[in-house]
């Protein structure tokens, strides 16, 4: 880090909790105990590093020992950073608030002697406050001495507790204190934060830039004010997005989509292109594979959450980009790009010439997006060969499923459980969907009548979720009629049926088992109708 890297955190610590970002929690309860008179013997505030965990411990101390500007006022949640307890707080010296690092104290014998000097009261200010920093890390003599304390806590002393890994903290001493755990900060407020800081600077900082400083630090505060600091150095003239990109050695979106563009598309030639291009601006090739893993997980949340999925790092632009990529990309291919590229990370972390690895997995990946995406090629070439397998020109496969003794009703809303689980997807019931198309072997839909049998394994709630779904999606009061056996193959089975008629001839073609022999290992486990997205069931 640069020498100047803590200037601006050190600048702008928050000294009273209206400056503070984020932590509503605790300054809320505080902010009560304080006004109420209720006052914890010991707070204990945890969480990752840089998001106000020593900040908040020292506005706590210094609002609790403020005697306000005339030296006569009452703790307050307000401190008036005037008073002499405020000024020597900040200043790292009061006598009676005592900062320990046990960090860097640990097993250190006075520690604990400097915890039992908790038995005597504060000197001058209303409370002997004890601020302990990163207290997992303090001895077990030390602890049995705070231990001691918590459990005959005298009445002018309080303890502030911090620590980053509280699991390593002993729960007798968890359970004394009253806990908080404090927040990352959301990446909008903590650029517009960054933003407030740049001006304050007397630099511009322009959204987007800010936007990606936010979103490298993970919610931490300090982070994002060291980048910044970094950033005002570097960057001599006007900050651009570009240039924190060039800082912090991120790809360029443009090319990043390209990239992906190209996976999908199983262009080899293009996916080396856009490789080449990142490389050559001085990405490094596990950064440029670990901007595709965040790319690939942000579409697959936007394909999970139908869209109503944002990352703040995004433009207005980008934005819609994502959305379009992500309705190009199936499910499927997400989810093996997303393992594949995992596990190409730790190859290319790795391997004596990234680069190269790097352009390996490439290849893998976009002939297997050639697959996963375009079985179209593999289908038709497979078609020649399977007339009996893959209809055309129609798009269904028709398969080998057994013939359902349904009975198709006048006007329900649903003609079959395939429709019912569908209907309660849309109605976002994702589990009662799963377990109709698992769960149920269908009899007969009639008029608000739905008889099925269910599978042994079926949920003992399946009928009264049911009930009360049907009758909320159809506001009409229905029966069910639950038989002991008998019924159609369920959803899935009918599907696993089909697909296995599907894959055992696919596996037949020659071309598709030269396929198989390039990836070894790999398995066909989709497939998917020419045009349509999803396979549906034939109607009649
Ligand atoms: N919630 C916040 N609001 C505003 N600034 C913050 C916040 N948290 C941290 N900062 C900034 O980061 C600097 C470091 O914060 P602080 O020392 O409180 O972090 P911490 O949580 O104790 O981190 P560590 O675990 O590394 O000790 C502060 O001086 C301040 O500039
Ligand atoms: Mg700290
Ligand atoms: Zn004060």
């Not at 028709?398 to 809303?413: D, H």
């Amino acid at each position: 880090m640069a020498p100047t890297s803590t200037v601006l955190a050190r600048k702008y610590r928050p000294q009273v909790f209206d400056d503070l970002l984020g932590q509503e929690a605790l300054v809320q309860t505080i902010t009560n105990g304080i006004k109420q008179n209720k006052l914890a013997q010991a707070y204990l505030l945890t969480g990752i590093r840089g998001i106000g965990k020593t900040t908040s411990a020292r506005i706590i101390a210094k609002g609790l020992n403020c005697v306000g500007p005339d030296g006569k006022g009452e703790m307050t949640p307000n401190p008036c950073g005037k008073c002499r307890h405020c000024l020597d707080i900040t200043n790292d010296a009061d006598i009676d608030v005592i900062e320990i690092d046990a960090a860097s104290n640990t097993g250190v014998e006075n520690v604990r002697e400097i915890i039992e000097g908790a038995k005597y009261n504060p000197v001058s200010a209303r409370f002997k406050i004890y601020i302990i920093d990163e207290v997992h890390m303090l001895s077990k003599a030390a602890f049995n001495a705070l231990l001691k304390t918590l459990e005959e806590p005298p009445e002018r002393v309080k303890f502030i507790f911090a620590t980053t890994e509280i699991r390593k903290v002993p729960v007798t001493i968890v359970s004394r204190c009253q806990r908080f755990d404090l927040k990352r900060i959301e990446e909008k407020p903590l650029a517009e934060y960054l933003q407030k800081i740049a001006q304050k600077e007397g630099r511009d900082l322009p959204e987007e830039a800010a936007l990606i400083l936010s979103h490298a630090s993970e919610g931490s505060v300090r982070d994002s004010l060291s980048l910044l600091d970094q950033a005002l150095v570097q960057i001599p003239a006007d900050i651009s997005a570009d240039g924190i990109r060039q800082m912090l050695g991120l790809a360029d979106k443009t090319i990043l989509f390209d990239l992906y563009t190209a996976l999908l598309a199983g262009n080899t030639q293009e996916a080396f292109n856009a490789i080449n291009k990142q490389y050559e601006i001085g990405a490094e090739p596990v950064q440029i594979l670990q901007d595709l893993l965040n790319l690939v997980y942000d579409l697959t949340c936007l394909k999970a959450f139908a869209g109503k999925y944002e990352n703040a790092g995004w433009t207005k632009d980008e934005s819609k980009k994502m959305k379009q990529l992500a309705e190009q990309s199936s499910m499927a291919t997400l989810t093996a790009f997303w393992q594949m590229m995992n596990k190409g990370l730790e190859e290319v972390k790795l391997s004596g010439y990234p680069l190269h690895a790097l352009q390996m997995l490439m290849i893998r990946i976009s002939y297997s997006g050639q697959i996963l995406d375009n079985p179209e090629n593999l289908i038709k070439q497979a078609q020649n060969c399977a007339p009996m397998v893959l209809s055309s020109p129609a798009p269904t496969i028709q398969a080998t499923t057994p013939v359902e003794t349904v009975q198709i009703p006048k006007e329900p809303p649903f003609k079959n459980l395939a429709e019912l689980a569908n209907l309660a997807r849309q109605k976002g019931q994702r589990m009662l969907a799963f377990n109709i198309e698992r769960m149920m072997r269908l009899i007969a839909i009639e008029d608000k009548v739905l008889c099925f049998s269910p599978t042994d394994n079926a949920p003992k709630t399946l009928s009264a979720e049911l009930t009360r779904f049907l009758e909320q999606a159809t506001g009409e009061k229905w029966v069910l009629d639950i038989q002991k056996s008998g019924g159609a193959p369920t959803e899935q089975e009918k599907k696993e049926q089909k697909t296995a008629a599907v894959l055992e001839n696919l596996k037949k073609q020659e071309d598709v088992s030269s396929v198989l022999k390039q990836f070894p290992g790999a398995k066909i486990d989709k497939v998917k109708p020419i045009q349509t997205e999803i396979i549906e069931e034939p109607e009649e």
